[in-house]
């Protein structure tokens, strides 16, 4: 028998019916989030059976855009489901047997990891590492064992989650009241922290986003970057002494000054800078296609190009393109943006932009195309 | 307790834990994978771990603590929209908690926390604040209106019921 339920837990808001909206309200985001950060994470990692594609071009946009916004709404919903299951904490005794013991040993990666998750989402967004790990492995690694917790968390809580969602004949009209009040204030200030975070990535709303760490709007030539010039030594490229090296499959090379790149045929592509950190502005790009570079090099066939950047850090120096986004009309070394060259924060001389892909393998300050 | 409360631990539950434990193994694995020095691995396993133990022993006890003394002060009547609110701030501050203290904020990138946040917080607390305000005069008015109609002795009396009466504290 468990312990009666001690003073200050005796609120009439705690309920199944409450713990079972939020539960299934939190399953949601999870598996938004988890969905969207696995397609993420295998843009950037490409598992063996997966090829990155071209189109639509604003796929990325929306999938981080909502992965970054659903995380967010989670805040609220977190902090008020575990708010009415913290009593459960207490129970006593701690478990009744070996069903109930495994269940409640699955609450530690599960509330962690959902707690962890929240928080290095949050510091990412705002450029915070206070780990000595990447963000990216380990918001990938705890994603995994969260869900994994989630799994067996929501076959042990399905029969009580069900009979919350069924109407509650006897609670009293005041408790049913007080439930529903509780509920519409965690699902609505949900929205809220949406709503006040979307503008970052959709820009109709970009007044709104007021706690967001970007605005699409915000940035040198009106819109964000991630890594500076000056960060990696680049603000101060001579475009004079630029060379861009061209590699073909099988080893020829072919070389272009700045003033022959601009020399070359220029197509207009309008798309999109979609970050990781859920931010992205749509812009308007002017350049020479990668397909007409690689096929003056003799490398129409290329399987896999490799875009590679003049900086010196490891980190993002070197992105790959699949046959399929290279050859995509729209794919572009871009020397302008919206009618002016580029600003060294996005990549003077020249960046890679192509559709549906991260900001973070938009590779700036291209100084080499390796075709295999 | 009754009956219905007790959790059943039948088959679907051990097959669940044995998909869930695979799931959650190949978190662990990539990380063992990525990370081969012992200081990552601990330092991973204690931010996950302590995020659940500094919820538990200091966040909701706290947030306990605000409710508690909350109760006390306000009138029943404004109790459940004040307690929405006291959530939106928590969830508000926790997101503006790093711009506001300008601990991610790069030197050379105008564009990273590019507001005045502190004017953009305190701008979002207005409109959660206004929504309070505006959701307990909604109530302040049906509970109003409920006790006029009762008190005229029609039919719908029974409805008075509706208004809050005044609850212990939590």
Known sequence: ?372 | VTASDRRHYGVAFWIALLAGGAIALVGVRSFLDTYADAARRVSFVKWVVGADVVHDVVVAPFAIAVGLLARRVVPDRWWRPVQSGLVATAAVLLLAWRPLTGSGAWKHNVSIQPLDYRSATATALGVVWSVVLAWSALRWLRARRAALSGARGGVRASRATVAPSPRPPG
Request: hydrophobic share 45%.
């Open chain 1, 1 to 372: 028998m468990r312990r009666p339920p001690s003073p200050p837990f005796r609120s009439e808001v705690r309920s199944d019916r409450v713990s079972a909206v939020l539960g299934v309200a939190l399953g949601a985001c999870f598996l938004v989030c988890f969905a969207t950060g696995l397609y993420s994470h295998a843009l950037q990692e490409p598992p063996g059976w997966f090829t990155p594609f071209a189109r639509p071009a604003g796929l990325y946009r929306f999938t981080q855009g909502l992965h970054v916004v659903t995380g967010v709404a989670t805040v609220p919903l977190l902090l008020a489901k575990l708010w009415a299951v913290y009593p459960k904490l207490f129970e006593w005794p701690p478990f009744t047997s070996i069903g109930h013991a495994v269940e409640r040993l699955m609450l530690l990666p599960l509330v962690g990891g959902a707690l962890f998750l929240v928080l290095s989402g949050v510091n990412n967004v705002n450029i915070s590492y206070p780990y000595p790990f990447s963000f990216r492995p380990a918001h990938y690694a705890a994603a995994w064992i969260t869900v994994g917790a989630l799994v067996v968390h929501v076959a042990a809580t399905i029969r009580v989650t069900r009979r919350g969602l069924r109407r509650d004949t006897t609670a009293t009209s005041v408790d049913t009241r007080a439930r529903r009040d509780f509920l519409a204030g965690a699902l609505g200030t949900g929205a809220l922290v949406a709503l006040f975070t979307v503008g970052q990535t959709y820009r109709p709303l970009r007044r709104l986003a007021l706690l967001a760490p970007r605005r699409p709007d915000a940035g040198p030539q009106g819109f964000p970057v991630n890594r500076t010039a000056a960060s990696v030594g680049l603000d101060h490229v001579d475009a004079g002494a630029y060379r861009l090296t061209v590699v073909a499959s099988r080893g020829e090379t072919t070389t272009y000054t700045y003033d022959e790149l601009r020399a070359l045929p220029q197509h207009e592509a309008t798309l999109p800078i979609a970050c990781v950190e859920g931010w992205s502005a749509s812009r308007r790009w002017r350049g020479v296609r990668v397909r007409d570079l690689l096929d003056a090099a003799g490398a129409h066939d290329a399987v896999r190009v490799q875009v590679v950047s003049m900086q010196q850090n490891p980190l993002y120096r070197r992105s790959e393109l699949t046959r399929g986004v290279a050859r995509d009309p729209d794919t572009l070394l871009a020397l302008e943006v919206d009618g002016a060259p580029l600003h060294p924060d996005h990549g003077f001389p020249c960046r890679l932009i192509a559709p549906n892909r991260p900001g973070v393998e938009q590779t700036k300050w291209v100084e080499r195309i390796e075709a295999t």
